[in-house]
């Protein structure tokens, strides 16, 4: 799958949840590789953060991101919309600390990206797949995020409050693609009886009842609601029995968990990369969910490329025998025994180690160990099966080492192993050169890599 921008540029203009700020936000398409970045127009030099987890710096009523002391708030719903459409590469550019409120969900959002259109890159998607379980808890609050190895992303959301009104509720997410028409449009909420704190502490001075589900969970006078209103700015509202006091109906009964559902997937957009892995979120909240996203980051950070995902029980993108109408080796020389995914700037391919392999005989005889130059060379192959698979008639062509840099060897490669190949070009293809930078992963670890250029030249 390719990376995707927005075909063109929209813009919203709405007041901000918590400065109360007439906010205006444009969002732009971006070029591969961009990610999610927020430029603040209204300040000097126009600053850019780059929407990702270790930018977040508070999450008290929404993901608040920062650089320096450049700070933008409430992203999590244009991040959900965003994230849920496919787009990898878009920048906003905003004039205020926050983006517009608006209705309080996602939907005018998504509404937009369909209106406006999505446009396809030349790049290839860098999936993040989870492999083993993944957990973060939080013991004070209860709140868990559970994430599990699957083929898709989806979500299962349950949450929980000690409410007359608002206990229990649960929502599921089975495919991203349904997000515009079941998730998108449930809003934020509140309790009356969290407004007084949350004004006090300079927050929620946008809000009002038709960007957000006020619940009302603990009987007060009336006197004193007409002050909360009073203290908010917006009418009062006589109320005699306990429920939601929306002069908008909710959009479903568990509107409150689909939304805690919204929140999580614009929180998970910050990872940088889309998801494969099945989320399940246990009274999750903006805290735990950037804690996950952070603890993905890390995961990245620590290692540029992740190892690709092998399942030998499916069958080939290429056989031996299709490798063998591609490349001139042979026996002994043959190091590449299928290739098992390829995009358009990417190949991953798989070699079998055997103590059968003959360079075992005299390295070393009783410690047999893969030189690490096969390694290299195995690595070389695996590219030059992704430079002659994109040309016309590639038998008559055949690919040369020209230069080799930076080479790594972390780990010993033995009998029993097998070794799984990322090789992707680092330039585009110019006169005839490939400059490509090659790994070699035993299970999840890399075991060797190296940058390399090769040539492509016509047989005689």
């Known amino acids: 799958m390719n990376q995707k921008t927005i075909s063109g540029e929209f813009s919203f203009t709405g007041k901000g949840l918590h400065t109360g700020l007439e906010v205006t936000a444009r969002f732009l398409p971006a070029p591969e590789n961009h990610g999610y970045k927020i430029k603040r127009v209204d300040i000097e030099g126009e600053p850019v953060i780059d929407a990702l987890a270790e930018n977040v710096v508070a999450t008290n009523r929404g993901t608040v991101i920062a650089k320096g002391d450049v700070r933008v708030s409430t992203i999590e719903h244009a991040m959900a919309a965003l994230y849920a459409a496919g787009i990898d590469n878009c920048l906003i550019e905003v004039n205020a600390p926050e983006l517009p409120i608006l209705d309080g969900s996602a939907k005018l959002y998504c509404d937009a990206i369909a209106a406006t259109g ?37 979500l ?7 409410s007359k009104v ?5 929502a599921s997410l089975e495919r991203v693609e349904d997000f515009p028409a079941d998730i998108a449009a ?9 407004i007084e704190p949350l004004v006090t502490n300079n927050l929620i001075k946008g809000g009002d009842l038709d960007n957000a589900i006020v619940i009302y969970d603990t009987p007060m006078q009336q006197a004193e609601l ?3 209103a009073d203290l908010m700015g917006v009418p009062r509202k006589d109320v005699s029995d306990l429920g939601y006091l ?7 009964e568990n509107e409150p968990a689909r939304h805690k559902l919204l929140d999580l997937i614009g929180d998970i957009a910050l990872i940088g990369r889309p998801l494969k892995g099945r989320v399940i979120a246990t009274r999750p909240g903006h805290s735990i969910n950037t804690a996950f996203a952070k603890k993905i980051r890390k995961e990245i950070k620590h290692q540029e490329v992740q190892a690709p995902v092998y399942n030998p029980n499916k069958e080939p993108l290429m056989d031996n025998l299709r490798i063998r109408e591609l490349l001139p ?17 990417y190949i991953v391919g798989v070699k079998n180690i055997t103590s059968n392999e003959p360079f075992f005989q005299g390295h070393f005889p009783q410690e047999p160990v893969l030189p690490g130059v096969l390694q290299i060379e195995a690595m070389a192959q695996t590219g030059g099966i992704l430079v002659l698979s994109g040309l016309e008639n590639p038998e008559l062509y055949s690919t040369y080492f020209m230069k080799i840099d ?3 060897f972390r780990q010993k490669v033995v009998p029993g192993d097998t070794l799984v190949f990322h090789v992707s070009f680092m330039t585009e293809l110019r006169r005839g050169c490939a400059m490509m930078k090659g790994y070699a992963f035993v299970g999840e670890k890399i075991v060797t890599e190296c940058e390399f250029m090769a040539q492509i030249i016509k047989n005689k």
């Open 118 to 154: 999505v446009v396809e890159q030349k790049a290839d998607k860098d999936f993040y797949y989870v492999k083993q379980r993944i957990e973060v808890r939080d013991e004070a609050t209860g709140s868990s995020i559970i994430v599990l190895p699957d083929d898709d992303f989806s």
């Open 186 to 194: 449930s809003r934020t909420f509140v309790f009356v009886r969290e």
């Open 246 to 252: 929306n002069n908008i109906p909710l959009t479903s």
């Open 406 to 408: 930076n080479v790594k």
């Open 166 to 170: 608002l206990n229990n509720q649960f």
């Open 156 to 162: 299962d959301v349950k949450i929980d409050f000690q």
């Open 329 to 345: 080796h042979r026996y002994p020389f043959l190091l590449v025994d299928k290739i098992i995914e390829k995009g358009s700037n």
């Open 226 to 228: 007409d002050r909360l």
